[in-house]
Each structure stands twice: as C-alpha cells, then as structure tokens.
T-cell receptor, first 112, second 111 residues
Framework: DSGVTQTPKHLITATGQRVTLRCSPRSGDLSVYWYQQSLDQGLQFLIQYYNGEERAKGNILERFSAQQFPDLHSELNLSSLELGDSALYFC???????????FGPGTRLTVL | DQQVKQNSPSLSVQEGRISILNCDYTNSMFDYFLWYKKYPAEGPTFLISISSIKDKNEDGRFTVFLNKSAKHLSLHIVPSQPGDSAVYFCAASNNNNDMRFGAGTRLTVKP
C-alpha cells in the first residue's frame, strides 16, 4: 500500500460525457502527478501540482483539466469523452518535486 | 515524443540468472533517473534511482548503471527470482520535474 488513494477504481461511461477522478496523496506529500496509461502504452505524464499550484504540464488534452485543493487532494476532470480516452489513470505523489513518486492503484476508465 | 525509450517490450530469463533491462533517453537535460516496477492491477512502485553525478547505484539484488555519454541506463537484477516477474518502467527527470516514462519492459522469470 503506497498510501496514495484513488477513487473510483473503475468507471464506465459513454462518449461525450464528463467524469471526475479523485486522488488523495500520501500524508505529508505536497506534489501530485497524473498519468495516463493506454493499452500497451507506457505512462504518459499529464500534469503536476505542487502545494496547490500547477507546476508542470505534459501531454494533457484541452478537454482535460485538473486541480489540487487546499487539503492537497487532487481531481482530474475529463470532458467530452472519446473512445480513445479509455485507459488507466494513475495518480502519484511525492514529498517535493524531484523526489521519487508513490503511485495509487489507478482508475480504469472505459468509454463506450 | 519518445524522450525515454525501452526498446525491448519483453524479456524472459531463468531463475537465478541475471536480468538486464535497458533504457535510452534523448534529452541531455535529464539528470535524475528512476526504475519502477508494476504488477498487474497495481500502480507502479519505486525500485531504485540514480542521479547523473553517479554511474552506479546498488540496492540489494538491484543495480542501476548510467552511461551519460551514451544516454543509456540499465537495471541489473541478480539473481533473478520468479517474484521479480513484472513490468519495469524506466523514468527520467530534470530540475523542472517533467518526468518522462518509457513504455515498459515485461520481465518473466521462469522457475
């Protein structure tokens, strides 16, 4: 158990819909990262927050957005969903940027 | 963009032998490298890291080697055990903390 929690574990929705994925970092970790892993693909970095502020942005689509709240939990919002958005979405946290990251168990999103 | 590449999607070794997983990167600004291990239905877990000021880091059966001039790193597992069977991801980062992951190598250790 990494100490990072993600909800929900599974999510099935239809094209065009909007979903919110939630992540609670390890106690004491200020940095939160979001990754997407599509079938047979590596981990694609989406976005990073540090203490509530966006710090780095990767290959995140404009239809996707995220935020980190004062209690340090983070949400990833995916809108206008397409079939290709079906993937595992991982959240990770670290004490500070440039430290090893601890990953949550992931949310499996299926878009039908 | 494929800034971190793991060119072998899979590797199979016999229990007790050495496993060598390779990783190449293209961005010379990367200065911190990590290996993660992932079991099915779980998130990746941190295994070992190395900073660019070193060329080797060892932790038990796991050793990471870094060749900066070749922009290449490798993970050695000696001796390999069946429980090491997993997908191994190489990752690289710079001081902007823009961490990039490779596509992963699936290691199978046969008893």
């Amino acid at each position: 158990d990494s100490g990072v929690t993600q909800t929900p574990k599974h999510l099935i929705t239809a094209t065009g819909q909007r979903v919110t994925l939630r992540c609670s970092p390890r106690s004491g970790d200020l940095s939160v990262y979001w990754y997407q892993q599509s079938l047979d693909q590596g981990l694609q970095f989406l976005i990073q927050y540090y203490n509530g502020e966006e710090r780095a942005k990767g290959n995140i689509l404009e239809r996707f957005s995220a935020q980190q709240f004062p209690d340090l939990h983070s949400e990833l919002n995916l809108s206008s969903l397409e079939l290709g958005d079906s993937a595992l979405y991982f959240c990770a946290s670290s004490v500070a940027p440039y430290n090893e990251q601890f990953f949550g168990p992931g949310t499996r999103l299926t878009v039908l | 963009d494929q800034q971190v590449k793991q060119n072998s999607p899979s590797l199979s070794v016999q229990e007790g032998r050495i496993s060598i997983l390779n990783c190449d990167y293209t961005n010379s600004m990367f200065d911190y490298f990590l290996w993660y291990k992932k079991y099915p239905a779980e998130g990746p877990t941190f295994l070992i890291s190395i900073s660019s000021i070193k060329d080797k880091n060892e932790d038990g059966r796991f050793t990471v080697f870094l060749n900066k001039s070749a922009k290449h790193l490798s993970l050695h597992i000696v001796p390999s055990q069946p429980g090491d069977s997993a997908v191994y991801f190489c990752a690289a980062s710079n001081n902007n903390n823009d961490m990039r992951f490779g596509a992963g190598t699936r290691l199978t250790v046969k008893p």
